[in-house]
């Protein structure tokens, strides 16, 4: 998000009438509203068939990893692994293709794991960590873990990235400012 931030912020140097209304949800969604037309363009982070779509892939990775609190168990190792997470309360995000990706990681009969919550959005699913429901699978560098927060982030390991892509529909004619972004 910060990259797109990045870009959006130095087009709105050169073109300050350009405005940009920031929609979040899940791949499902995010390609429902793109297919409407309601939206230009879309993030997608991870496993999505893309193919109905043009794109851009994002010359950055996402690191997948475990939000908690500190002061939980998993809080003084290094890295997380899949057995690590077997007998714990975890909060998984709704999207069933990232899913998908980390059940395969996770090694582990989907009936057999303790999902106590799921989530759209990570803020929302902090504040259940917080609380001391479980352990959110999570992308690393979205909710604040440094200062005096009470959350910790631990990547995965074996290390499992996730792949990002803007994407718009095919054959879609853009508006002059959707093209100046994506030139940009």
Request: proline letters at 3%; aromatic letters at 10%.
């Amino acid at each position: 998000i910060s990259f797109l931030a990045q870009t959006a912020h130095n087009l709105q140097k050169k073109h300050p009438l350009i405005h940009y209304h920031i929609y979040s949800g899940d791949a499902e969604r995010v390609m429902e509203r793109l297919d409407k037309g309601l939206i230009d363009f879309g993030l997608l982070v991870g496993p999505t068939d893309i193919t109905k779509y043009d794109y851009i892939r994002l010359p950055v990775k996402d690191t997948w990893g475990v939000l908690m609190r500190n002061d939980s168990l998993l809080a003084e190792k290094e890295m997380i692994r899949a057995e690590d997470l077997w007998d714990k309360p975890l909060i998984l995000s709704h999207q069933s293709s990232i899913n998908n990706e980390m059940f395969s990681w996770l090694r582990a009969d989907i009936s057999k794991l303790n999902i106590v919550a799921t989530y759209d959005l990570i803020y929302n699913a902090a504040q259940f960590v917080k609380k001391g429901l479980g352990y959110v699978i999570a992308l690393d560098k979205l909710i604040n873990t440094t200062g005096d927060s009470n959350l910790c982030f631990k990547p995965l390991f074996p290390e499992l990235e996730a792949e990002l892509c803007i994407v718009w529909k095919k054959y879609q004619i853009l508006s002059r400012a959707s093209n100046m972004f994506l030139k940009e």
